[in-house]
């Protein structure tokens, strides 16, 4: 999943358990909010879906891939939920929302850069997040396509529930 997609379903995940879970307890409601977006993570990288460019292509494209793809939609989704709410609990959720379906995808280009080692947990998840990842390898992966609508799907229902929830 492309890199604002993850960021859409970070921004769904995060209403959702803000709604679920109200006022109550904060710090065990936003660790839920960033649990569930990892978990969110995972789910959707298992569905077909393809990126920008292939894997090989990576070091060419990940100072754009970093500006357009993660921070430029983080800022406005982020943006927009601030222009309608305010700095709120809500908004809160869905930082820890985004920031858990996150995650996954910096641990592995962190890790693919060299500047972390994949050791420990760290190699276990990596592990774990290449093998769930449907699109290949390499050569092998999808670029993006019409089974990708579902992506735009999920920034179009983000950007309701954030409008008008």
Known sequence: MVAV???AVGVIVGVVAYN????????SGL???GA????SHYLTDFIPHGHFFKPDQFRKYIVPV???DLLLPIALLLGITYLKNGFSWKMLYIIFGIGGSQLPDVIE??????????????KLEYNLHIKLHWHGDGSRALLLG?????QLLAVLSALFLIVFN
Do not use: E, P, Q, Y
């Not at 019409?146 to 579902?150: G, V």
């Open 109 to 122: 280009g962190l890790i693919f850069t060299g500047m972390i080692k994949a050791k420990s947990l760290l």
């Open 31 to 33: 660790a839920i909010a």
């Open 146 to 150: 019409l089974r990708d609508i579902w």
């Open 20 to 27: 679920s879970l109200g006022h109550g307890n904060l710090v």
């Open 5 to 7: 997609g993850h960021t």
């Open 66 to 68: 970093i500006i357009f």
């Open 36 to 39: 569930a977006g990892i978990v």
